[in-house]
Structures are given as structure tokens and as C-alpha cells.
């Protein structure tokens, strides 16, 4: 699962240092997982993963580090990719993978979720 993050590094890298690629990023995952049946299993982390994102994009948030946010950008190239390793249009079994990374992604991240979590409590809008 690691090598899948080691290959979109550079693209996650250059889609961080562009607030107009990382915006339409965010916005293309949020598309895809709206209404998607197949992403129940990780739909709660799903939403707090790409609120976090919003809340550091717009600046409201800084509590994440850069290497937690380049693995959450290769996390979100991967689900909008529509031909990742096994294509989401394979009924039934097309988005095990994108369940899978994210899988691991929150995993690997958990804490600094976590600690999200905690800050949009205490600032919510």
C-alpha cells in the first residue's frame, strides 16, 4: 500500500503547492463520494479527511503536518482516478481499493485526524 503513496508523491507534492489544483481536487473527490454506495465503509473518515482539507486549504486550519497532507492528497488523487488499480466502474468490487488506501491512510494518520476532530468541535461554524 506504501509503494501506492510513493508513486503519486510527486503529483501530490505539486497538487500542495496549488491552491487551484488541491481546490478542484477536493472538490472532484467530494463528487465522487456524494451518494456513493460503495464508500459507506469509510464514509464518516471520507468526510472528515476532505473537511480537513477544506479548513487547511482555506487557511483555518494548521494543525496538520505537510507529510500527513501530501499522503491525504495521494489518498484523494487515487479515488478520483477512475483508473486506478482495480477501475471503480467494476461493479461490486471497483472501489475496494480506494476503501483499501484509505484504509490506510487513516491508519497512518489517525491522530492528526483525531486532533481535528477535537478543533472543528471547539470551531465550528
Not at 80 to 99: E, K, R, S, W, Y
Request: glycine share 4%; no cysteine; hydrophobic share 40%.
Amino acid at each position: 500500500m506504501s509503494s501506492i503513496f510513493k508513486n503519486l508523491r510527486s503529483a501530490s507534492n505539486v497538487v500542495y503547492n496549488d491552491k487551484n489544483k488541491f481546490s478542484k481536487l477536493i472538490k472532484n473527490a467530494v463528487d465522487k463520494s456524494n451518494g456513493n454506495e460503495n464508500l459507506s465503509a469509510i464514509k464518516q473518515d471520507l468526510i472528515t479527511i476532505l473537511n480537513l482539507s477544506k479548513d487547511f486549504l482555506s487557511g483555518r486550519y494548521k494543525g496538520v503536518s505537510k507529510k500527513s497532507m501530501i499522503m491525504i492528497i495521494a489518498a484523494l488523487i487515487y479515488l478520483v482516478n477512475p483508473m486506478d488499480i482495480v477501475p471503480d466502474m467494476l461493479l461490486g468490487i471497483g472501489f475496494l481499493d480506494d476503501i483499501s488506501v484509505f484504509t490506510y491512510l487513516i491508519a497512518k494518520i489517525k491522530s492528526e485526524i483525531d486532533k481535528y476532530d477535537e478543533w472543528s468541535l471547539r470551531n465550528q461554524y
